[in-house]
């Protein structure tokens, strides 16, 4: 079955600490995976996607297949870094349509 | 043209009721999506259109829901004799499909609907 797991649901750190936001896929398939984030009283936005191998707010994702994972890391948390993560997996078969994991709440603490 | 619309933003209503939902995508995107999420949750899909045409259906959508995309522009979602197990929010997003590549779909704040 097609799957993604965010083991955390929380993951708190101090400010300038570095970050690690874990993230598992099941897929017979070629992934292509996505971290969105969820910035308090705004709607859910594309952080970054695997394939374009970008550094979006300090952020970055290796899709590592050997592993079924695509953890997101940034080496210094800010504060505004705190939101709702949520990692997911595009279905190409399913019209492009997105799989999500449970989410990942980060809070940084100053 | 600000982005993703949804209406109404809160939906109460009791149990056996019947609730319409709206989406207005960004204009000039052919792709139309509906998602789900409950309390703990990622969302989780229901449907899609490609213009007005449904292209597919989670088997989470029951009978009792319905989605219509009548002009390839706006959507409706409805729920037929709502149960206490629809409270969730519901999330619409759409994307410009170019027939390659990924096309970045673009949420919705979405409609919270709370059955009592």
């Known amino acids: 079955a097609q799957r993604v797991t965010q083991p955390e649901k929380l993951l708190s750190v101090f400010k300038g600490a570095p970050v690690e936001l874990k993230c598992n896929y099941s897929?017979?398939?070629?992934?292509?995976l996505f971290w969105y984030v969820q910035y308090s009283r705004q709607r859910l936005q594309l952080l970054l996607r695997?394939?374009s191998r970008e550094s979006i707010k300090g952020f970055t994702a290796d899709l590592n297949k050997g592993e079924t994972s695509f953890h997101l890391k940034k080496p210094f948390a800010q504060e505004e870094d705190s939101a709702m993560y949520y990692c997911?997996?595009?279905?190409?078969?399913?019209?492009?349509?997105?799989?999500f994991g449970a989410g990942t709440i980060l809070r940084v603490k100053s | 043209d600000t982005g993703v619309s949804q209406n109404p933003r809160h939906k109460i209503t009791k149990r056996g009721q019947n609730v319409t939902f709206r989406c207005d995508p960004i204009?000039?995107?052919?792709?139309l999506y509906w998602y789900r999420q409950t309390l703990g949750q990622g969302p989780e899909f229901l449907t899609y259109?490609?213009?007005?045409?449904?292209?597919?259906k989670s088997r989470l959508l029951s009978d009792r829901f319905s989605a219509e995309r009548p002009k390839g522009s706006f959507s409706t979602l409805e729920i037929q004799r709502t149960e206490q197990g629809d409270s969730a929010m519901y999330l619409c997003?759409?994307?410009?499909?170019?027939?390659?590549?990924?096309?970045?779909?673009?949420f919705g704040p979405g409609t919270r609907l709370t059955v009592l």
């Open positions: 997911a997996l595009k279905f190409m078969e399913y019209g492009n349509k997105l799989v």
């Open positions: 695997h394939i």
């Open positions: 897929y017979s398939g070629s992934p292509e």
């Open positions: 997003a759409s994307s410009l499909d170019l027939g390659w590549g990924y096309n970045e779909q673009f």
């Open positions: 204009s000039e995107h052919n792709r």
């Open positions: 259109f490609q213009n007005e045409a449904q292209l597919e």
